[in-house]
């Protein structure tokens, strides 16, 4: 489990480094409007969950390596019950733009997503 993990960090730490900051230079240059969530707090969600799943994907798959896909498929269901779970109190919130806070928040959550799902299926390619 160590070798994959060490990979997969290899190239996701600098891939989720390099979107926060794009993301962060356009927030701050484009976007005027009040966000209820800082984009720190976005990334952090998107880090978090993405490292949880794929450490789950790479227990599953060395224990129980044809029910890999399954988990993946599973994972991404508890995912956006997540995001939306994390993202409620902003759009109940009437004092923030509910549109940009949804785009600033799915834009990267689709694109860790494909991320994981690249990475998945690497994995899941592994055992054939």
Wanted: glycine share 4%; hydrophobic share 60%; aromatic share 20%.
């Amino acid at each position: 489990m160590g070798k994959p993990l060490l990979n997969f960090l290899k190239v996701f730490l600098p891939f989720s480094l390099i979107l926060f900051v794009i993301q962060s230079i356009v927030i701050s240059n484009f976007v005027e409007v009040t966000l209820y969530y800082s984009t720190v707090a976005n990334y952090m969600f998107h880090i978090l969950v993405t490292l949880f799943i794929y450490i789950i994907l790479l227990y599953i798959n060395l224990n129980f390596s044809d029910k890999t896909g399954f988990t993946f498929m599973g994972l991404g269901l508890l995912k956006m019950f997540a995001a939306v779970m994390f993202l409620l109190p902003a759009l109940l919130d009437d004092e923030v733009s509910n549109f940009a806070q949804v785009i600033a928040f799915f834009v990267p959550y689709f694109i860790f997503l494909i991320f994981e799902t690249i990475f998945a299926v690497k994995l899941i390619n592994q055992n054939k």
